[in-house]
């Protein structure tokens, strides 16, 4: 195998090997043998590109081409013109793969559903990176900056995954990288000798043996040591949080593992892509055991810190998950309760890795690794775990305070004041002025409350609108109470920004609104139905639902006005608006028909069968099949150009290595290491023979290209005149002509044919001359379709013709042997 070769396939080695580094990230490992079907070719189109030759540009420009068809025939085939050719729809369809890809990977927890735009996003952006790899570390054979996109693979899949068995991936992607720079060290020490390519040794050498794989060696162990540096050093800074080799990653806390918060950016913009889908697949069906018909909110955690800028979960120590969940914080006995049993099956595309459940819990039962958060009462799934298909069953309590025990609180404890109630100063101050203005006239923090509830749903003039921004920045809140337009998140954060202002503590809760009733008592929750609201605490209920979205959610019942002569401040039950009897009639939230209702046919079973998941693509070898059928369209056409420029560098190339120049001979004899004066003569005047008729072989094919037929029954010199005559070559091309056919002359029939230098310059020299006199049509035909190509059909017929002669003479010699000597 060659250098070139053995470059190429470490390259490509190096790029799977890395690549690995992303398949914690997706649930199926399948993308990774379509990449490594893609990359494989993408590999072969550059190594034959190489040995054409080709220019380092255009055999970069080639892999990119083959790369878009393949990727056009993996995804935008029904978009292609005939499959494989890309135009504006496949562009646009690309684009809105990446666009759903996007999407996708801020909507799913790890791992990710292979959906098309991420399996396009997957194997374009390793197809991509090969490509890197190879033109670096082949094409412009520099192995060392390859590690740069290797690095950024690596890298951001490292980030995505949390650290999550990272020293396994660490390891893959190393021993790839280093096994190219060992590759590259090998290539480049070949060329100094045959000291260094573990020949034999030749008496007298100074060298020990064993000096040929020593550099080889070296560069092992000194890889060996980076790499064992890499991984350890790291154990002994604190900093590093255990290096490379800690396998708990970031997590929850230090309780053992955990998925660790998740990014509220991530999370809020995968809530408004939620509310803005066109269709409303269902995402958790759920049946409680509770005799009152309920809605209930579904929580998956809440933001408990705001830093003046965005709302984030808390960091801290998860623990196994209990059989019994502790009380909830500042819940006294005083107010009522019920415990309600609720079981919730999750769709099998619905990958969370935190459980949502109604609040406040007291016991789940769910398979699998799952860890708990006490101080936010969540649960989220250890080491990969996610919601993905699971049907659990939740006890949680169904608290009423009244408005009145809420209007009577006592003050929050200290802690809880402290932690709760702190406002960044980057807080632009109108928040606060605006917040003391709508509370100017309630008497007690529950007052204060529900007057910031009805300013934002009722009184304040907001509009609810889905297409607004999520606000990163200090300006966000105060700008959203200047437009007064927004969706849940933009609601809840400026409710629980001002309720802190006032000295109330409060945090955002995210999870999913009530969902939709359905005829057989199930509620079916939808995308659409993902939601926020803030908590407020109030001791002796602990932490307290409030609902500031206009048309969204049910208003709790504690913050209504009390009934005319009732004592009791508790609305009926029956007569609450949070909860409505279920109907028959169609809603916006459900993807069941009025008559699938009526039939009571849907979302009657546990578990739920959410249909296809967008995992079924072509087969592998499907892919196979288009891949060499792009592959065949692309090479038949280009077949002779190819053939041709392969054929000139090889005659060139011999030309300027030859005997006289000293390199490797027609005959593949290295005599680069032979001494000088050594050569034998026949072998001399052989290899001079086959340098200087490769040359004329050369000369006349280019005049056949540029319209100038061979005639083989004229002599060199004869020929050469014909082809200066025809060809109106000026002077010095015409001297270039004649040198190579009297070298020619020469090494026919000279008794010690002798090499002639320069011989490669004049060929080069005659085709720029033949070129310049040539039409634009006649100069792409030379180089598209040359017509010397031909001669590669003459040779497959004379090797052909050849084949069938020795087949006949070994059977006639077979059949001219004696009968007793046949089976011997």
Request: with cysteine; hydrophobic share 45%.
């Amino acid at each position: 195998m060659s250098g070139r070769a053995r470059m190429a396939l470490c390259a490509l080695a190096a790029t799977l090997l890395t690549a690995c580094a992303l398949l914690p990230l997706v649930e199926t490992p399948a993308w990774l043998l379509h990449a490594a079907l893609l990359l494989a070719v993408q590999a072969g189109v550059g190594a034959a590109a190489r040995r054409v030759p080709l220019a380092r540009s255009l055999t970069v420009a080639l892999q990119a081409l083959v790369s878009l068809l393949l990727l056009t025939m993996s995804f935008a085939r029904a978009q292609a013109f005939v499959g494989l050719i890309p135009g504006p729809e496949a562009f646009q369809r690309f684009a809105d793969l990446l666009d759903q890809g996007a999407r996708d990977v801020e909507r799913y927890a790890i791992p990710a559903p292979m959906s098309d735009g991420i399996q396009l996003m997957t194997v374009g952006g390793v197809l991509l990176i090969g490509l890197m790899v190879d033109a670096l570390a082949v094409t412009f054979r520099s192995a060392a900056p390859a590690g740069l996109p290797l690095l950024a693979l690596y890298s951001i899949a490292a980030g995505l995954a949390d650290g999550a068995g990272g020293w396994v991936w660490f390891l893959l992607a190393a021993s790839g990288y280093l096994m190219l720079l060992l590759a590259e060290g090998r290539e480049r020490l070949s060329q100094w000798g045959r000291v260094f390519a573990g020949g034999p040794r030749t008496p007298g050498a100074l060298s020990p043996p064993g000096g040929a794989v020593a550099p080889v060696r070296t560069g092992r162990r000194i890889g060996a040591v980076a790499l064992g540096m890499a991984l350890v050093v790291p154990l002994a800074l604190p900093a590093m949080n255990g290096g490379l080799l800690d396998g708990t990653g970031s997590g929850a806390g230090s309780g053992g593992g955990g998925g660790g918060p998740i990014s509220s950016v991530n999370l809020l913009v995968s809530l408004r892509d939620s509310l803005n889908v066109d269709e409303d697949r269902t995402v958790l069906v759920l049946r409680s055991d509770s005799e009152v018909v309920s809605n209930p909110y579904l929580r998956i955690t809440s933001l408990d810190e705001f830093d003046g800028t965005t709302w984030r979960p808390a960091r801290r120590n998860t623990v196994d998950v209990p059989e019994e969940f502790p009380t909830p914080t500042g819940l006294g006995p005083d107010v009522r309760r019920t415990e309600v049993r609720t079981r919730i099956a999750a769709a099998d595309w619905y990958s969370q890795d935190w459980l949502p459940m109604p609040y406040p819990p007291s016991g789940v039962q769910i398979g699998g690794r799952w860890r708990y958060e006490p101080v936010g009462m969540t649960v989220t799934g250890d080491r990969g775990e996610n919601t993905r298909g699971r049907t659990y069953d939740v006890t949680s309590l169904e608290v009423r305070p009244t408005a009145r025990q809420l209007a009577r609180a006592p003050q929050a404890p200290a802690a809880v004041q402290r932690q709760y109630t702190e406002v960044p100063d980057s807080v632009p101050s109108v928040v606060a002025r605006i917040a003391r203005e709508v509370t100017a006239d309630a008497a007690n923090p529950y007052e204060q409350a529900v007057a910031l509830q009805e300013f934002f749903s009722l009184t304040g003039g907001f509009q609810y609108d889905t297409e607004v921004e999520v606000g990163e920045d200090r300006q966000a809140v105060a700008r959203f109470l200047r437009d007064r337009r927004g969706f849940c998140v933009h609601f809840s954060f400026a409710m629980a920004t001002m309720a802190r202002s006032l000295g109330i503590p409060a945090r955002v809760a995210v999870g999913f609104g009530p969902g939709s009733p359905q005829a057989d008592g199930t509620v079916a929750v939808g995308l659409r139905d993902a939601h926020a609201w803030p908590e407020l605490y109030f001791e002796g209920a602990g932490w307290t639902r409030f609902e500031p979205t206009p048309t969204r959610g049910v208003t709790p019942s504690y913050t209504l006005p009390e009934s005319s002569g009732s004592s009791d401040p508790e609305l009926p039950e029956n007569a609450r608006p949070s909860e409505e009897a279920p109907s028959a009639e169609p809603s916006e939230s459900s993807s069941c028909s009025a008559e699938d209702k009526r039939l009571e046919a849907c979302a009657g079973a546990l578990p739920l069968d959410t249909g296809s998941t967008g995992e079924d693509g072509p087969s592998w070898y499907r892919l196979t099949a288009w891949a060499l059928l792009g592959l065949a369209l692309i090479a038949v056409p280009l077949a002779p150009m190819l053939y041709r420029l392969r054929r000139r560098a090889v005659r060139l190339r011999s030309a300027r290595h030859g005997p006289s120049a000293g390199a490797e001979g027609s005959d593949g004899v290295d005599v680069t290491v032979l001494p000088a004066g050594e050569l034998p003569g026949q072998l001399a005047a052989e290899g001079a023979a086959g340098h200087v008729l490769a040359v004329w072989h050369e000369l006349t094919d280019t005049a056949w290209d540029y319209g100038i037929p061979p005639d083989e029954a004229l002599t060199p010199r004869g020929a050469a005149e014909r082809i200066v005559r025809l060809g109106q070559l000026d002077e010095p091309a015409a001297q270039a002509v004649h040198r190579v056919a009297g070298a020619v002359e020469q090494v026919l029939f000279a008794p010690r044919p002798q090499a002639v230098s320069g011989l490669a310059d004049d060929v080069r020299l005659v085709r720029g001359a033949l070129r310049a006199r040539v039409s634009r049509a006649t100069r792409l035909r030379a180089v598209v379709a040359p017509r010397s190509a031909v001669r590669a059909v003459w040779d497959l017929a004379d090797r052909w013709a050849a084949a069938k002669e020795r087949l006949a003479a070994r059977l006639s010699a077979l059949l001219r042997r004696p009968s007793g000597q046949r089976g011997s």
